[in-house]
């Protein structure tokens, strides 16, 4: 088989949002249409994984005896086993080079808790690394029904909004869990100012909160309106093709800039 360049997807959202459910329906939805992709978990304490993984961290270290040898709670051992992987980066990279010719998308699970892949050094290493080998392409995935409150979906798009400018790559937001609310709401919110003016003037009393929200809007409104948006299920499949569609137009439009 025959594959132009690869691309690198790395999957990051708040936990719970459905990163390693969406990495599993990737991998189907891929398979399926005989473009099998590689995969890397790069999360040291997921207990099951849903799909299988070409390169798994847990391989390497085991994240509860790195909590009970270095004498850390969950996040510090998760953080330190994703430290100890990092030192190994070359030889994943190695791996990858060597399906490269055969293979067009590599997808990385990260842990489930953001910040320790968002706000780590290994973190911004792995990041760097990836985007130094091939188009990478951050995937934000939000849990669109649990930021459906006007204060929740402005704080969850600030986050992201730190994450693209943290990472400067091409980036996409993933609305996960359509099949349960539908993500038209979010667009509307970004594409039009006044409906999510409207939408926070009927949450919240006038207040300093929501004066600070009002500005703070504003400065969203920025960002959105360079932002690529889709919206998925994860557990339906629904959006799969949409969610390829802006990949590659995510990595075309990298590619026209430099
Ligand atoms: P992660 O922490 O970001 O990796 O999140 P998980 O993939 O572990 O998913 C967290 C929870 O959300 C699990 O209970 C999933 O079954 C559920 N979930 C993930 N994607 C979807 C989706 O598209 N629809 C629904 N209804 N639930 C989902
Ligand atoms: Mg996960």
């Not at 600030?158 to 609305?175: D, G, N, R």
Request: glycine share 6%.
């Amino acid at each position: 088989m025959s594959t132009s360049e690869p691309v690198n997807i790395i999957m990051i959202g708040m936990a719970g949002s459905g990163k390693t459910t969406l990495m599993q329906r990737i991998n189907a939805y891929l398979h399926e249409q005989n473009k099998a992709p590689y995969v890397v978990n790069l999360d040291p304490a997921v207990s099951k994984l849903p799909f299988q993984a070409n390169i798994d961290i847990r391989d390497t270290v085991d994240y509860k005896q790195v909590m009970s040898e270095y004498n850390l709670g969950p996040n510090g051992g998760i953080l330190t086993s994703l430290n100890l992987f990092t030192t190994k980066l070359d030889q994943v990279v190695s791996l990858v080079e060597k399906r490269a010719s055969t293979t067009k998308y590599f997808l990385y699970d990260t842990p489930g808790q953001i910040e320790i892949f968002t706000w780590s050094a290994s973190g911004a290493i792995i990041t760097n690394t990836l985007a130094a080998t091939y188009p990478t392409v951050v995937v934000y995935v939000v849990d669109t029904p649990r930021t459906a409150s006007p204060a929740t979906f402005m704080s969850n798009m600030m986050y992201a909004c730190s994450i693209l400018y943290k990472t400067q790559l091409p980036f996409l937001v993933a609305f996960n869990k359509t099949d349960v609310v539908g993500h038209e709401f979010a667009v509307e919110w970004m594409e039009d100012f006044e409906a999510f003016q409207r939408a926070l003037r009927q949450q919240e009393d006038e207040s300093f909160m929501n004066s600070l929200m009002h500005s703070m809007s504003l400065v969203l409104d920025e960002f959105y309106s360079h932002l690529r948006v889709v919206g998925v299920s994860a557990m339906t499949g629904q959006g799969m093709e949409a969610f390829f569609g802006k990949v590659d137009e995510a990595v075309k439009e990298y590619h026209d800039e430099f």
